[in-house]
């Protein structure tokens, strides 16, 4: 953390997005977690994706729980709609948003310890229901607030700072994602901007419930030898699947690439999701062979990383319970009390 | 790129804009601090040691420094940050007012008398001619008395000072300040001033046995009109820089109603001044350039109009109308400015008719020559093919060995801070040659660089960036300026204003320092820079390298500072210097201490044991 605001001045080269907001409009406070923290990195990233997307901060909400992940929100995105909810249960507040007022974009922001422990089945069911969010888990292994115990992702076998060994299983949040039906599912790294950059942006653009798992280094309780989510550690065992290139519709799609080295998968609003291929056989469209390219890496000790999976429909909760087009919070009296006639409509069609 | 070897003086030097551009390279971020802090004598003492004349320079410099100050380029751009305010000139970047700060030292400083040198007990039984008491000559003795030589200074005006006694008006330099400046020169002790001794020749100096000759006789000769009806309007046409002696030294204290100054230099602007101030009623500059070619520096052109003075530009003086034995005005050809392929600007007529300006007097400051119609030729010292001594650019030493020149009479017309600079270094190489050591071989300046962490969060210096705009220096009554030659304009920052300009610096000394083994590539730093100056990428020959930065390079002639090959992913860190504001953030961001915030001190060397050989102690 730092004492001092920002300054406001900026480099003079800034520039404003289409949307009229240079990137320092989407900054919010100046962080409080610890010099170095990988969340840190992952706000950056946030920040430089809204603005690369030209997106109206007001039409933002940003959701969390408790834990130094969920801190971040305050950190990113300072006009936009923010609520931080009670440990574990962001998933839910964010369904009901999401309910009241589909036209926002949701972005939940999480922890390993608000999503895979206190939270695991909030998180669970608002995958399967199929919510239409960015659902950013910044895991690091461990419970920073609380001075580095273990959290229930961290690999069995793997050190604390204080040299005890990891006893249980991990709680694997790609695979539940996977498993649930997600239909975006990334995991990154938060020291790699180039690769978290682009599937934030995609997930943003993602028509349906948009899992990134973020492993993002806590300098200060696990940043040492025999942690499985250090700097060092995750640089050396990255196992990237393919590099995505988020293309806007606008854009020309210029670069050349041999066959069979690119993927280009076509969006609903006409961007392109542009797959550099890294992993040879690595098919990001089929689940069940990426659920089991994650588990084998894994099993061998690698992080994979990148576009794991990406549905070829994309589908959310609001399609699935028929829900009208019209935001329910903009519905009014005309629309919700229709009147007696309708009411006689109805009860007639019930008998 | 290679990494950048941060240990050669010069690399964080040039990051610190305004010491580098500064001739005499004085430590303005350092002083600046020192004022901000209430250390008035502190400051000035740091200026007196680097540019000896911080109340004078204070008020007239030409102030390279100011275009060179980060500060500019770092408002660029940030038009919120430089909101309209009533009272400010606008919304221009503008650096910070480092010249009007050395006056705020000087100003306020308490008695620093017991500070300054004094002659040594022992003298070294060398003897130095100075001929001309300016601002090189003055810094000559002033290095050289305190190591025990003795100095003699030829002045031929009552009083020592030269241009800057002579030439800059009262009302922007009060006499008590050229006074108490020149005596701390003079009170060292072995140094004489014969004032009122015209030097008429060199080998006169020679005859008398001096161990060396400094010449600093400025450029004394104004270039003169040759128009027709020059020679019979000769009693109302004056040559700039001697009526602003004659003025200065009371001889002339009335002028023309209506008046015409010829020429766009600063020169120019203050003999405007002057003319109003001595009964001109109707005073005008008359420029052959355009307004922004004029050579004098943008202030002193604001300054003059600010008086009621208005410039007529691209007008080429073609006669003097005499009528009656009287001059009564001047014709001008009105021109304008023609690029060729080369970008060459000429000046071509535009056809027009000639116009006509009615006057009493005209004021010609169309530029100053170098005379030295007391040299004899064969002296020793070697003369050029323009009229010019033969003089070496590192040691200031002529063809004659014992006879150095420095400020204006070396290499044509500067301006103060550059005579001392030469002065300086003329002193050196004096110094030097009676150390019995090779001149030419100069030591580098000594360096310091020192953490300026104090705690987790805490630094030795205010990082928080102070957002505020440059703040005007206050001006006298007009009323009262424009009757009274002698009451200076510019009433100087007080206290409070010059803290808030102290605040605008962004102490450029107080460096950036990386220890790439030290570092994890967590990005905090990237994240953190509000300038976006920091990047870690592959590594690049330098012009692709620029181009691969988080934010444009706007100004290749700033730095990059470039790492060594990081340990785990290969990549380099480049920190571009442009508009780094030295918040030192990505040091307070940093886990590791990779990046730490370190005050650079320069000290410059100057004649003394620092620029000999270091000696062996006998055992």
Not at chain 1, 254 to 281: C, F, M, W
Not at chain 2, 210 to 236: C, I, M, Q, S
Not at chain 2, 371 to 396: L, Q, Y
Not at chain 2, 433 to 448: I, W
């Amino acid at each position: 953390m730092t004492y001092l605001a920002k300054p406001k001045l900026h480099h003079p080269s800034l520039a404003p997005n289409a949307a009229g907001y240079t990137r320092r409009d989407y900054e919010g406070k100046i962080s409080t977690l610890c010099a170095g923290c990988g969340h840190d990195s992952i706000s950056a990233s946030i920040i430089q994706a809204c603005w690369e997307l030209d997106i109206q901060p007001h039409r933002v909400a940003k959701l969390s729980g408790i834990g130094c992940s969920s801190k971040t929100p305050d950190y990113f995105l300072g006009n936009s709609h923010g609520f931080n909810s009670v440990h574990g249960r962001m998933p839910s507040v964010l369904t009901g948003a999401n309910l009241a007022n589909r036209d926002l974009l949701y972005l939940g922001v999480s922890g390993d310890g608000d999503s895979a422990s206190i939270g695991l089945g909030q998180f669970a069911h608002c995958i399967r229901r199929g919510v239409n969010m960015v659902y950013i888990v910044e895991n690091n292994g461990v419970y920073g607030l609380t001075k580095g115990q273990f959290s229930a992702t961290a690999t069995k076998g793997s050190k604390s700072k204080r040299g005890v060994l990891n006893p249980d299983e991990p709680v694997d949040l790609v695979g539940m994602a996977l498993l649930l039906r997600a239909t975006f599912v990334a995991r990154a790294f938060s020291g790699d901007k180039k690769q978290l950059v682009p599937l934030i942006k995609a997930a943003i653009k993602h028509p349906g419930p948009s899992f990134i798992d973020v492993i993002s280094p806590c300098v200060a309780f696990n940043n040492h030898e025999g942690s499985t989510k250090s700097y060092d550690y995750v640089r050396q065992h990255n196992a990237a699947v393919n590099r995505l290139d988020f293309i806007e519709s606008r854009e020309e799609i210029t670069a050349d690439y041999a066959p069979g080295e690119v993927i280009n998968i076509a969006q609903h609003d006409g961007s392109q999701l542009r797959l550099r291929k890294l992993a040879a056989d690595y098919d990001p469209t089929d689940r069940i062979k990426a659920m089991n390219h994650v588990q084998e890496r894994a099993a061998a000790g690698e992080i994979v990383t990148g576009l794991l999976y990406l549905a070829s429909e994309a589908a959310d909760l609001h399609q699935y319970i028929s829900t009208v087009d019209t935001p329910l919070n903009q519905l009014g009296t005309k629309e919700l009390c229709p009147g007696s006639a309708a009411l006689e409509k109805i009860n007639a069609g019930l008998r | 790129m290679k990494p950048t070897d941060i240990a050669h003086p010069d690399y964080f030097h040039k990051v610190v804009d305004c010491q580098w551009a500064c001739p005499a390279h004085t430590p303005v971020p350092e002083y600046i601090r020192l004022i901000a802090a209430g250390r008035y004598g502190d400051a000035y003492m740091v200026n007196w040691n680097s540019n000896v004349f911080p109340g004078i320079l204070g008020r007239t410099c030409d102030r390279p420094c100011e275009p060179a100050c980060r500060r500019g380029r770092v408002e660029e751009g940030n038009v919120e940050i430089r909101k309209p305010v009533a009272h400010e000139h606008g919304t221009q970047p503008e650096p910070v007012a480092i010249c009007r700060l050395k006056r705020v030292a000087a100003d306020n400083k308490e008695d620093i008398s017991a500070r300054l040198p004094k002659a040594p007990k022992q003298k070294n039984g060398k003897r130095i001619a100075c001929i001309g008491g300016g601002p090189a000559s003055l810094t000559v003795a002033r290095d050289l008395a305190p190591l025990g030589y003795d100095i003699t200074i030829y002045e031929a005006d009552p009083k020592a000072g030269g241009f800057m006694r002579s030439q800059v008006p009262r009302f922007r330099l009060p006499e008590a300040v050229i006074d108490e400046e020149v005596g701390y020169i003079t009170g060292i002790g072995n140094i004489e001033v014969k004032t009122g001794t015209r030097v008429d020749s060199l080998k006169k100096i020679l005859a008398e046995n001096y161990d060396a000759v400094f010449v600093g006789t400025g450029a004394p000769r104004g270039r003169d009109l040759d128009v027709p009806g020059r020679a019979e309007a000769a009693k109302n046409v004056h040559l700039g820089i001697d009526w602003l002696a004659s003025v200065s030294f009371g001889h002339i204290d009335k002028i023309g109603k209506r008046v015409i100054v010829l020429g766009g230099g600063n020169t120019a602007m203050d003999c405007c001044r002057s003319a109003k101030r001595l009964g001109g009623e109707d005073v005008k500059v008359i420029v052959r350039s355009g307004y922004e070619e004029m050579k004098a520096s943008p202030w002193e052109k604001e300054d003059a109009i600010e008086e009621g003075i208005p410039i007529l530009n691209f007008l080429v003086p073609k006669s003097c109308r005499v009528e009656n034995g009287k001059l009564t005005g001047m014709s001008f050809e009105k021109v304008k400015a023609e690029y060729d392929a080369k970008g060459k600007r000429n000046l071509v007529p535009t056809g027009e008719a000639e116009q006509f300006f009615e006057c009493d007097d005209v004021l010609v400051a169309i530029g100053q020559e170098n005379a030295f119609p007391w040299i004899e030729r064969d002296a020793g010292v070697e003369f050029d093919k323009w009229n010019m001594p033969v003089v070496d650019k590192v040691t200031f030493q002529s063809t004659n060995p014992k006879v150095f020149f420095g400020g204006d009479s070396a290499f044509g017309p500067k301006n103060i801070i550059w005579a001392v600079a030469h002065g300086h270094e003329a002193a050196v190489s004096i110094d030097k040659m009676f150390s019995g050591e090779e001149m030419k071989d100069r030591p580098l300046p000594a360096v310091t660089v020192i953490s300026q962490k104090m705690g987790i969060h805490e630094w030795s210096y205010d990082n928080d960036i102070s957002a505020a705009l440059r703040n005007k220096v206050p001006w006298q009554d007009q009323k009262l300026t424009l009757k009274n030659i002698k009451v200076e304009v510019e009433l100087g920052f007080d206290a409070k204003a010059g803290f808030a300009e102290a605040q605008r610096c962004l102490n450029c000394d107080v460096q950036t320092v990386f220890a790439p083994k030290l570092c994890i590539e967590c990005d905090a730093c990237v994240d953190i820079c509000p300038m976006d100056c920091i990047t870690f990428t592959e590594n690049a020959e330098e012009a692709e390298l620029r181009t691969q930065l988080t934010a444009p390079s706007l100004h290749p002639d700033q730095d990059l500072y470039v790492s060594e090959k990081l340990r785990m992913t290969g990549r380099i860190m480049a920190k571009d210097e442009d508009v780094c504001l030295h918040c030192g953030l990505c040091a307070e961001r940093c886990p590791t201490g990779a990046w730490d915030m370190q005050k650079y001190l320069i000290k410059m060397t100057h004649a003394g044991p620092g620029c000999r050989k270091p000696q062996r102690k006998a055992a």
